[in-house]
């Protein structure tokens, strides 16, 4: 109880939640009056980190920050430019067609967005859309990066549930087609009530020449998806194999890339990485202590006693992540949830 009102109290005063998570096993070490414990809280922290999946984490930030500094980006946006720009509400087309590429590469929404808010918001105020629907666009765009693989939720969800990434990979895709497809839908109903402006349409030969350059580029999330779904590597190796790619490409393709870049690149995923992988570790300390105090077993017999429906069940679930969703990030979110509501499911 004291550990618990603790831990609310630390979240209330604005506690970044890893800090909060590693302070709640010491505070029920001390609560409980079971000071043994003490000696496992260290490995139980960074016990969790012993994951061959969580490698996957840092490389693919890693590539996030190769593909900025390779200018590989903005080919992928010229390429969908060149499929779409041409049509009524081209631009709009083209920002989510680039989104749907750049979340088959990067796997984080705050990385995409921030790459495609740069590149494609003001091409399209430029082109006199309005700036709501712009950026409306693209942050909606930005939520295919959690769905489609390589998803990172879905690499922190496989380490703490222990369900096999790539086989969460694979059934990412058609949800991520779907909702590609529902924003498509609201696109054209957007693009008929706003009147959407049509770009000039682009000459073959310079479409050609945008195609061609882009191919290089493009090939980097078939790389991803296809050596996963192939059975070809794992995702953890597709990362390192699509990194490696995307310094060939930016060096020796696209010569945007210098080797004083690379290593500011690793410095920069490694202090994203690092944020991430510590608040993976300070999840475990939080799984430690509800397997002390059995709240599984208490949530499991308090959800049964409201409902013996699975499809309620699932509905009331689906609710509090849309009400924690609110007001948290994904990746707390998930650590908050799962080690709880999982043994419920199962």
Known sequence: MIAGVSFLAM???????AFALAALGLIYIFATGNLILLQSYGQQMFGGLENYGL??????ILLGEFMNAGGIGRRLMALALAMLGSIRGGLAYVNLVANMMMAAILGSTVAQITIMSRLAVPEMEKAGYPRDVSVAITAAGGLLAPIIPPSMLFIIFGVIAQIPIGDLFISGIVPGLLIFLAFIGVIMWLGRRHGFPKTEAMPIRARFRAVLDALPAAAIPVIIVGSILGGLATPTESAAIASLAAVLIGLFVYREMTLADIL????????GSATVLFLIAAAQVFSW???????PALVAETMQAMTASPIVFLLMLNVLLLV??????????IILIVPVFLPVAT
């Open 55 to 60: 490698l996957a984490l840092p490389l693919f």
């Open 264 to 271: 500011p690149a690793f410095l920069n995923a490694a202090r």
């Open 11 to 17: 979240l209330a005063v604005g506690m970044p939640i």
């Open 324 to 333: 924690l969703g609110m007001i948290s990030d994904p990746i707390p979110a």
């Open 289 to 295: 202590v509800i397997t002390f105090e059995n709240l």
